[in-house]
């Protein structure tokens, strides 16, 4: 893994993010790469971590965007993933009394919907829906390809949770270089 920070901070020296600059894209993979190995080791986005993003985000989001489209997808990437977030929450609590046992697994975390908003505040609005739902099919996509794998591999079990933030950091990424097509 450390091999990825030297190499992805060299990237962004010669090809900083259109809006953020060298400094602002450096920034932004400290804080992205933290997300990501915390999610990925531990299944966690920790709320003082995503609060550093909020103020960061409202930062750049409002040189970027106004103030008001930066508190339009705040609010936007939010509340999209808050209302993902309790239709997985309901569809755990069905199929735990469904199946007679409990699930421990969820389907989201409240650190995916902070960052989430984190990345409302980040794009913009209408950045933030293009960049939840461009994390939902990046999601969906590596999912899928995950299960056929632990099938293939006769390893597949009901209710495997994968984390969700390297998803929506992946597609912030994405759009942050690809901005042209979310105005």
Do not use: C
Request: without cysteine.
């Amino acid at each position: 893994m450390f091999v990825f920070g030297p190499l992805l901070a060299g990237l962004i020296y010669f090809l900083p993010p259109p809006n953020l600059g060298l400094w602002g894209g450096i920034l932004w993979l400290i804080l992205f790469g933290l997300i990501v190995v915390i999610d990925l080791e531990h299944r966690l986005i920790l709320h003082p971590v995503s609060l550093i993003g909020a103020i960061l985000g409202m930062i750049f989001g409002s040189i970027n965007h106004g103030i008001l489209n930066t508190i339009l997808g705040g609010a936007a990437g939010f509340g999209l993933m808050l209302v993902f977030y309790l239709f997985g929450s309901l569809f755990i609590k069905f199929m735990s009394r469904r199946r007679g046992e409990e699930i421990d697994e969820v389907a989201l975390g409240f650190g995916d919907v902070n960052l989430a908003g984190v990345i409302g505040l980040l794009l913009g609005w209408p950045g933030a829906i293009a960049g939840v739902f461009l994390a939902i099919i990046i999601g969906g996509l590596i999912s899928g390809i995950f299960l056929l794998y632990q099938l293939f591999r006769k390893k597949y079990e009901a209710f495997q949770a994968l984390p969700y933030g390297p998803f929506l950091v992946i597609s912030v990424v994405l759009l942050l270089y690809y901005s042209q097509f979310v105005r």
